[in-house]
């Protein structure tokens, strides 16, 4: 009767061996990379890269706000479609319960939306 404990360890002993294979893999093509990639040292390479701008002086310059702002709204309303797609594929199991919820939802997030383009984020000027 083979020992369980044996082929326990024999299962872990597979799993060991094909993650240093995939480890030893992935140290190999990075070090092929390292060794065939060209070496050239430009000053360009190391400027600051700001939305497109060129930079002036030598400090580094912040961008403005209004980019962050804009990026995190369009997240908000993004996540907004991922609560909403699985909801309307069930509408019939939901009811008029479902629908209530939906639409306050949706109205939470259209006074965010009419907040948003009031303080005037939503301008790209």
């Known amino acids: 009767m083979p020992n ?6 024999r299962q872990y002993l597979t799993v060991a061996i094909f993650a ?4 030893a893999m992935v140290g190999a093509m990075l070090g092929v990379g390292w060794l065939l ?3 050239r040292p430009e000053p360009q390479k190391y ?3 700001e939305s497109g701008v060129d930079p002036l002086g030598v400090m580094w310059s912040q961008s403005q706000i209004r980019y962050y702002v804009f ?3 369009f997240v908000l309303f993004d996540v907004e479609a991922v609560f909403i797609f699985p909801w309307a594929t069930r509408l019939e199991a ?8 939906m639409a306050v939802f949706i109205f939470i ?3 965010g939306l009419v907040y948003a383009w009031r303080k005037g984020v939503l301008r790209w000027v």
């Open 4 to 9: 369980p404990l044996n082929e326990l360890l």
């Open 20 to 23: 240093g294979l995939g480890l």
């Open 37 to 39: 990639r060209p070496d």
């Open 47 to 49: 400027i600051n890269y």
């Open 71 to 73: 990026a995190l709204l």
């Open 94 to 101: 939901y009811g008029a319960f479902g629908l209530i919820e």
């Open 109 to 111: 997030l259209a006074l």
